[in-house]
């Protein structure tokens, strides 16, 4: 863009209310900025909307406009338009009757339609071929029987009929992936030949060793090839196959379809489908004074418990039971027993006897086999108390929640909230604060920057007038000093002391002159650092801005495609009180109900109304 129609645009943007001010002198501050420091003259519409003053949208109805008035202060000197290839001539007959044929953007589907009355006798089954052989259409097409039922007109009156038709490749079959390995070592429990759970018998850890093949993925069939109605071959889709994630501990093969141990220890799947091999460090008592805290990047197996106080950081964790103790894992944790008063963050699935006064976020699943009490939870993934009961506590659970029983008859309430990732939300929440106050701060510098370029032209133009005063007063002082060395007046005499009066003064007044010239220097100098400090503020403000919005686009992208469900399915009784909140309603149930499924809808109700609400539906 030429700095004359940049101009234009900048015109047109403040004229239409796109911008103001302040935000163009913003984007003039960072573009001069730019092109100080790297030479390269960045167009001011690309600045706009890096900063978040201009939308894409409203960049084109400028750009538009500004075409607009390029063509009409040019009329007359307009391009000409390339003729469009017109159609083969069409057959018509003396009725005024044509025959016309349409082919599919995708050149799939020819189909063939008459303008005017329809008569056996109108059209025959060589006006057709000629018509295809015009078109060039030549694979897929109908039998002679077939188009001379259309010719007689035994289809609808002016409808498209399917005259030929091409074929649709057919892709390669996606590989099939095999791990071998147990995926979810860390089960809530065990089915017994008699078919009851045991919940003491959650399996073993898998153990692999070095070079040990992990995972691979078996080809699909190939597919086939296709083509259009005018016999040119159609290529098969390109399959896009997706690649192994290979976390710590593991290599891909060459080919990408093998996935090897690199070391022995727990191979693991995260819930984002990393393959990793962690190495497994094994307390036989519990962590406590004896071990200290405990940070390991791997697998930890503690026999016992983690006592009161303790940390432990770790890639995934098997411990007994755990007891106010801080937890952070990225993986999976598992408390055969269970967990009180403890803080715990995990980036996998958790699964426990019972949970007592414990504050949970979690990125997975959460499999409970007794009770939730007087806790806070907040898991990506399911809830599942399949056989047990939550007790005045807060549970949120993006995938939905299934619990036996929800309260008694004396607890307080519990909250249950399903269908909205929690985690995702304070995350937006997060970056749109940042957004503002970075906006607000950048909101300010502009005039900032423009008060101080004002203060350093009017130091510069004060340095300029006592330079000149400075230097006058030299050249006078230089003058008289020359007098004195010519010996031209009487030494004693009242005009030899006068001169040299004049001289101290003129002195005196170049040594003020000297300091005036020093300070407004040094203020100038203390105001360019700071100009320079203000444009690179903006600049940075302005990368940074960048690189929030497209963070919140993937934040609110993956908050699009990655829907909840917003249901709690109960097996046994729910007590009056409880609360159920999800994306769009809530809802306080009104009296003790049992055996039923809680399920969010905006389907229409009875009345025909339709608005999001919670219904109740029989237990299924």
Not at 212 to 228: C, H, S, T, V
Not at 291 to 307: K, L, M, P, R, W
Request: proline fraction near 4%.
């Amino acid at each position: 863009m030429t700095a004359k129609k940049e101009n234009r645009f900048n015109v047109i943007a403040l004229e239409m209310n796109f911008i103001d001010q302040v935000a163009l002198d913003s984007a003039l501050a960072v573009q001069a900025h730019v092109f100080k420091k790297t030479q390269m003259n960045v167009p001011i519409d690309a600045i706009l909307i890096k900063m978040g003053f201009l939308s894409p949208d409203k960049r084109d109805e400028i750009i538009r406009m500004q075409r607009k008035f390029d063509s009409d202060t040019t009329a007359g000197n307009k391009p000409e338009t390339p003729e469009k290839k017109d159609k083969p001539a069409r057959p018509a007959k003396k009725d005024g009757s044509t025959l016309d044929i349409d082919v599919s953007k995708d050149k799939l589907m020819a189909l063939v339609h008459i303008d005017g009355d329809v008569r056996a006798t109108m059209f025959d089954i060589n006006d057709v071929q000629i018509m295809l052989h015009s078109y060039g259409i030549l694979h897929g097409i109908a039998d002679d029987a077939q188009i001379k039922a259309f010719l007689n007109g035994e289809f609808s009156v002016g409808e498209q009929w399917t005259i030929a038709s091409g074929t649709k490749p057919i892709p390669d079959t996606p590989p099939h992936t095999n791990y071998h390995f147990d995926t979810d070592p860390i089960k809530i429990g065990t089915l017994t030949e008699d078919g009851l759970m045991d919940w003491k018998d959650r399996g073993q850890l898998p153990q692999v060793k070095e070079g040990d093949l992990l995972a691979e993925k078996i080809p699909g069939l190939k597919g086939e090839a296709g083509m259009d109605v005018y016999g040119k071959t159609i290529p098969i889709p390109k399959l896009r196959v997706q690649r192994f994630k290979c976390g710590k501990g593991v290599r891909r093969s060459a080919d990408g379809m093998q996935v090897h141990a690199k070391l022995s220890g727990l191979p693991t799947l995260s819930i984002t489908g990393e393959i990793s091999v962690m190495p497994t460090l094994h307390i036989e008592g519990n962590i406590s004074i004896e071990t200290g805290h405990v940070e390991f990047d791997g697998h930890i197996d503690v026999a016992g418990a983690v006592e009161k106080g303790y940390r432990v950081k770790g890639s995934s964790l098997r411990v007994d039971e755990i007891h106010e103790a801080h937890i952070e894992i990225d993986g999976d944790i598992t408390a055969i027993n269970g967990i009180f008063g403890s803080t715990i963050r995990s980036g996998g699935n958790l699964k426990a006897g019972h949970i007592h006064n414990t504050d949970i976020i979690l990125a997975g699943d959460i499999a409970v086999e007794k009770e939730i009490i007087e806790s806070k939870i907040e898991a990506n993934g399911r809830c599942l108390i399949i056989d047990g009961i939550i007790i005045s506590s807060t549970v949120s659970a993006k995938m939905g929640i299934s619990a036996m029983e929800i309260g008694t008859k004396a607890s307080k309430p519990s909250e249950l909230i399903v269908g909205i990732d929690r985690q995702l939300e304070r995350a937006a929440d997060a970056v749109k604060t940042e957004i503002q106050a970075i906006k607000a701060a950048l909101e300010n510098r502009p005039k900032l920057l423009k008060n101080l370029k004002k203060q350093s032209d009017q130091l510069n133009t004060r340095l300029g007038e006592v330079a000149q005063l400075q230097d006058k007063c030299m050249v006078q002082r230089r003058h008289l000093q020359e007098k004195v060395e010519a010996g031209l007046l009487k030494k004693g005499s009242a005009a030899a002391e006068k001169l040299q009066k004049n001289i101290t003064e003129l002195k005196a007044n170049q040594d003020a002159y000297d300091q005036d010239v020093a300070r407004l220097m040094d203020e100038d100098e203390s105001i360019g650092r700071e100009i320079a400090e203000t444009e690179t503020a903006i600049a940075e403000s302005a990368t940074t801005l960048q690189a929030l919005n497209a963070k919140l686009d993937v934040i609110t992208e993956t908050q699009e495609r990655n829907h909840g469900v917003a249901m709690v399915k109960l097996g046994g009784n729910i007590f009056s009180g409880s609360k159920v909140t999800g994306p769009h309603s809530a809802r306080v149930l009104r009296e003790d109900l049992k055996r039923l499924s809680i399920v969010e809808t905006d389907k229409p109700d009875h009345d025909g109304a339709k608005r999001w609400r919670f219904d109740l539906n029989p237990f299924r």
